[in-house]
């Protein structure tokens, strides 16, 4: 293997493997995550979206979407058709949960007002 591409499927693995451990709450790590950053005021802004249950939930499936689009790159050069898969599941995760995300949090500003 590739230099760059061993470290893109070593850093994929581990995005994907840190939104694991924030999504099944592993060691009380999403708690903490929650507790400690998505809850507290970031300057001006007031917690958002991230600061429930339900939307610290859609940030940390995006997370591993991240996560294996660049597995995806690094999985295609030993089975290009598993990285194609990875690439195009990373993708269609993306989209998805970026929108769900955009709509949690103009939901969270509504709400707020």
């Avoid at 693995?13 to 809850?39: C, P, Q, Y």
Wanted: cysteine-free.
């Amino acid at each position: 293997m590739l230099g760059i591409v061993s470290a893109t499927l070593i850093i994929g693995g581990l995005i994907v493997l840190i939104g694991l451990v924030l999504v099944l709450n592993l060691v009380g790590a999403g708690a903490f995550v929650m507790r400690k950053v998505t809850s507290r005021y970031l300057g001006s802004l007031p917690p958002g979206y991230a600061a429930s249950q339900a939307g610290f939930r859609v940030y940390a499936l995006l997370v591993i979407a991240i996560g294996l689009l660049f597995a995806g790159f690094g999985a295609a050069e030993t089975s290009v058709a598993l990285g194609i898969v990875l690439f195009a599941i990373g993708v269609l995760g993306f989209v998805v949960l970026s929108v769900l995300a955009i709509r949690g949090e103009m939901e969270t500003i509504r709400r707020a007002r």
